[in-house]
């Protein structure tokens, strides 16, 4: 249930920066958190005991072929710590051991710090927006880092 807590926590936190709502998510049950923890890609960092933050790669089939970072969250208390390095890190080997020679990912436009730190970490942005899904007001900007 590590990944429901920092999930949600997640959601709260930044709401504006996911596909999916806390509300969504509150009324999953334990059994689809468990389904989810099975077949989705994460990745959480835990400190003493407690997840501080939790990242997941994908495939997108909007893009084919392609490895994405979605949802990368660090709890307020562990950022600058090196918590998303260490996540992104995970990611990057996945898709590494995907056969990916690129990481992609969307960041949306309110995400200052975000955006902030992806391009600190070598991603540049494309060019290309998108609206998100589920509230089409937000922009997403199209960011990729080379693995190679």
């Known amino acids: 249930m590590a990944l429901r ?8 936190d930044s709401p504006q920066a996911y596909g999916s709502t806390y509300r969504e998510c509150l009324e999953w049950s334990n059994r689809r958190w468990r389904q989810v923890a099975r077949e989705w890609n994460y990745y959480l960092a835990e400190r003493s005991g407690r ?8 495939l ?3 893009y084919p072929g392609t490895r994405w970072l979605y949802g ?11 918590v998303a390095e260490c996540l992104l890190d995970a990611v990057q080997e996945w898709a590494r051991g995907q056969g990916a020679a690129s990481l992609y990912l969307h960041v949306a436009a309110p995400m200052l710090r975000a955006r902030a730190f992806y391009e600190k970490v070598g991603f540049a942005a494309t060019g290309d927006v998108v609206a998100m899904e589920r ?9 990729v880092k080379s693995l190679v």
Not at 51 to 58: D, E, L, M, P, W
Not at 72 to 82: E, I, K, L
Not at 135 to 143: G, K, N
């Open 72 to 82: 990368m969250y660090v709890t307020p208390t562990a950022r600058a710590s090196g």
């Open 5 to 12: 807590t920092v999930r949600l926590e997640s959601l709260l």
């Open 51 to 58: 997840s501080v933050g939790i990242a997941s790669g994908g």
């Open 60 to 62: 997108n089939d909007r």
């Open 135 to 143: 509230d089409p007001s937000i922009e997403l900007a199209t960011m």
